[in-house]
């Protein structure tokens, strides 16, 4: 089935620092990918959308400086945490559409904990 | 505007049990309904999905009833196991492809 990858799993950096998050598509071509926040004991809630060549698209609310997207291959999505602080720390999660196997593929997560 | 709601938000179920977590949308756009399992640390993995166009699907311990009348779905765990023990949120497609997230169950199956 399809599989997307995401790395690092797990970041710890300090505060003010920029911290960039990898989505790839390991079997599969995904023109358009998702970036998504989840806090604890709660739902995912969408950030923004990736498509591959053009601006990523974002959710109201979201701040587009802040939270960068590059989407420069149909298997490379990464988003950059630029000037972290503490309240970004949270767990991002990444997916990619895969109608024809069901839908949407999640990545495993990237747990950021900004000190 | 939360679109599709769930409930309950916890459940706690004997092993053998069935586990049942229940779903209702508003938009009647919506034409795909998939369920995500989420283990703590992980990212949601696809459990099974249903079209609008048909009222139950089973695979495995897991079936999907669907209610198109009353825009309510259900997920049913048949003889739920501890290793069941997860998070749980059911989803919804739309046009154009956008996947609106319920709110989670959090399924304990106690041992």
């Known amino acids: 089935g399809a599989v997307v990858s995401q790395h690092p799993s797990r970041v710890i950096c300090k505060s003010g620092t920029s911290v960039k998050i990898e989505c790839r598509s390991l079997d599969f071509q995904a023109t358009t990918m998702f970036w998504y926040r989840q806090f604890p004991k709660q739902s995912l809630m969408l950030m923004a959308t990736?498509?591959?060549?053009?601006?990523?698209?974002?959710e109201q609310g979201v701040e587009k400086d802040k939270f960068l997207i590059n989407h420069a291959s149909l298997t490379l999505s990464t988003l950059t945490v630029t000037s972290a602080h503490p309240e970004d720390s949270s767990f991002y999660i990444c997916?990619?559409?895969?109608f024809g196997q069901g839908g949407y593929t999640f990545g495993s997560g990237t747990r950021l904990t900004v000190v | 505007q939360q679109q599709v709601k769930q409930s309950p938000q916890s459940l706690i179920v004997q092993k053998g049990g069935i586990s049942i977590i229940n779903c209702a949308y508003e938009?009647?756009?919506?034409?795909?309904f998939p369920w995500y399992q989420q283990f703590p640390g992980k990212g949601p993995a696809l459990l099974i999905a249903?079209?609008?166009?048909?009222s139950e699907k089973k695979e495995g311990r897991f079936t999907i009833s669907f209610n198109k009348s009353a825009k309510q779905f259900s997920l049913h765990i048949m003889d739920s196991q501890p290793g069941d023990s997860a998070t749980y949120f059911c989803a919804a497609f739309s046009d154009p492809r956008q996947l609106t997230f319920g709110s989670g169950t959090q399924l304990t199956v106690l041992p």
């Open positions: 997916s990619a559409s895969t």
């Open positions: 249903i079209r609008p166009d048909v």
């Open positions: 938009n009647t756009a919506f034409d795909y």
């Open positions: 990736s498509n591959e060549g053009s601006k990523a698209t974002y």
